[in-house]
């Protein structure tokens, strides 16, 4: 992996020819540098100063060329370890803990820059290991509510450092489309690309997580949804208590909230469907028993059953029953989405809000996030959240879910 | 052209306990030994050759413990600015040198001179390696002196520090490779730097006298000027006849014992008189 580490030079650098003697060395070295910062001195008897951040391809690389510039006066600016703070109550972090981005992380422990092993937004960073010889050390995201007393946390912004996610080369139909979200983009175009992504990251061995509003049934969607499961092009889904009442609903009740799926038109008495579809389930004991009661018999909650794809209903508090299956300890919810996303490499956030916005605080920078809504606000409020890598389109879920399907062969 | 504003007045110490009783540069053979009576007679020569060139010589006092304090240009860096005389010792970088350090910061002291030190960790060896040019000093480092150090001095002294990456052990100090004539001449052997520090002095230096490496190796760069002339250690014929030509008197000045330890003549002196912000020299280019 390749390592960045800032260099600090001071002098007469410019007239010295000192700087540039430097940044060919780097070049000369095969790494490459960016000139963060440089201070030209203000009159001829000022020094000048320059800080450049070098990327080189391994820690040998960098230490033999660390080797060479200090030579010419350039040394490293962060060579301090990162300050750790025991802490002494459990669920609660020592003040001035370092909070995380979502980005590629590390931390510097007894000399050595240690990736983080899940990053994750708004946490605090945990070392493990490394009291004794030979004992491994490593660097865990700890969200506020897990941490332990006696746990080792990272205080202060020292000795830590973060990668900005690598952009991919040339112009990506992504890229153009994000230069703003906009409902006027060709959506057939974004279709293709999105099948394309979700194609490569199951051909690379990434697992692809579904986030499903209860839009996605109300518009039709369900269905397709049902066959990209079916069709393994899905290994997780979380969702709420709405989709997965809706899903079953239409399945058992041919009703969505009521309304039929297929006409279109209110059903006599079908504003309490849902209820009674939760009832039923409540009944059965589990999503899964009512599967294998054969009182389910299709639906993307059915599909996930039969192809054994899990799934985290998170419960709110304006949830009707709930179905037996829905977490309503959100704090626990969200604890076993985060043992879900190991592996995750594309995340699709299909019509929901809240939903779009818990995953993407759990899900690292690297795990591609499409968001699909026909509401362009919430693309922006899940940017705006810090998940900066998702990727707006704006349409309506359920003929955008049909042709995804369509495109990917379901 | 105008003659040297500086190098009428030199400190230098009797080689009294002088010999090579160590090695640190390439010139230096513990085995040869050096002959002291032939060494104290070249020393004054040398002295009386800078006072009949019209310089004035102050003596230090030599210390047993210290076999090159006779090297006095590396004791440090003087600058004396409108009444205000300022000196920066010299950090060594090999141990058999270091205990000069206090011993000329306590005579700067006692001459009433303000003592401004660099940081512990940084070495600078003195006047051997910072030259006044063009209104600022040419600094060597790597072999001796640690590029840092040259940011350090430059804001202790006020004035830019240019500096040239020396490249053969055998030219380990900035004054075996650099001697300014006056305002727009220095001799140059560029042998002992490397390309930027070439490109660095070239555009420094407006009538540089390039040595061929045979004549760098000779130290006739290792010179002191006193107004116009020129005390070399060795003379090589085409630098002698270009120095004529240009006006300078060539003295030519036995110091061979001293070239036993790798020193010459500009080594066995520190000029005191150096106003490196003098504004008549004042030159503007970017830091």
Known sequence: MAVVETFQVEGHI????????????????????????????????????????????DDAALGRLAEQLQVHGANPTATEDATVEVTDSAGVLPVGFYSTTNLATEARVGGHWIAVTNPEMDCGLVVDGGLGEGDVVSVRTVPMH?????????????????????????????????????SEKPKGL?????AN???????????????????????????????????????????????????????????????????????????SNHLRVINEVRRHGSIAAAVDA???????MYECVRAGVPFLLGGSIRDDGPLPDTVTDVVDAADRMRGLIDGVGVALMLATTLHAIATGNIL??????????????VVTKLADRGSHQAHGIVTDVGLFLRQLADELGA | MPALEWGRSYLMCPPTHYGVLYEINPWMHKEVAVDQDRARTQWEDLMATLCAAGAEVEVAEPDGSVPDMVFTANAGIVNRHDGTSQFVPSHFRFPERQGETEIFAAWFARHGFVVDRLPADLAHEGAGDALPFAAG???GYRLRSDLPATAELARLMGVPVRAVELVDPRLYHIDITFCPLDDRRAICAPMGWDRYGRRVVESLVPEPLWLEDSEALSFCANSVVVGRTVVMPATPPRIGRQLEAWGFDVVTCDV?????????????????????????SARASPA
């Open chain 1, 14 to 57: 410019v007239d010295s020819l000192i700087l540039a003697k430097i940044l060919d060395l780097i070049l000369e070295a095969g790494a490459d540098y960016r000139l963060v910062e440089v201070d030209i001195g203000r009159t001829v008897n000022d020094p000048s100063r320059a800080v450049v951040e070098i990327t080189v391809d």
């Open chain 1, 294 to 300: 054969g009182w389910i018999t299709g639906g993307v």
């Open chain 1, 146 to 182: 897990r941490v332990l007393a006696g746990d080792r946390v990272v205080v202060g912004n020292r000795g830590v450092r973060v990668q900005a996610p690598e952009k991919p080369r040339g112009v990506s139909t992504f890229e153009f489309m994000d230069s703003e979200v906009s």
């Open chain 2, 256 to 280: 061979s014992e001293f070239l036993k330890a790798g020193g010459g003549c500009r080594c066995l002196t520190l000029a005191l008189d150096v106003d490196l912000r003098r504004p008549s």
């Open chain 1, 190 to 194: 974004a279709v293709r690309n999105l």
């Open chain 2, 137 to 139: 000093l040419v600094s």
């Open chain 1, 197 to 271: 992504r979700v194609r490569e990251a199951r051909e690379a061995g990434a697992r692809v997580l579904a986030v499903c509003g209860p839009a996605v049934v109300h518009t039709g969607g369900a269905p397709e949804i049902a066959r990209l499961v079916r069709s393994g092009w899905v290994q997780v889904l979380f969702a709420g208590n709405g989709f997965a009442t809706h899903d079953i609903e239409a399945t058992v009740l041919g009703t969505s909230l009521g309304v039929s799926v297929t006409e279109g038109s209110p059903t006599e008495g079908g504003h």
């Open chain 1, 364 to 377: 690292p920078a690297g795990v591609e996030t499409f968001c699909v809504d026909i509401n362009q606000a």
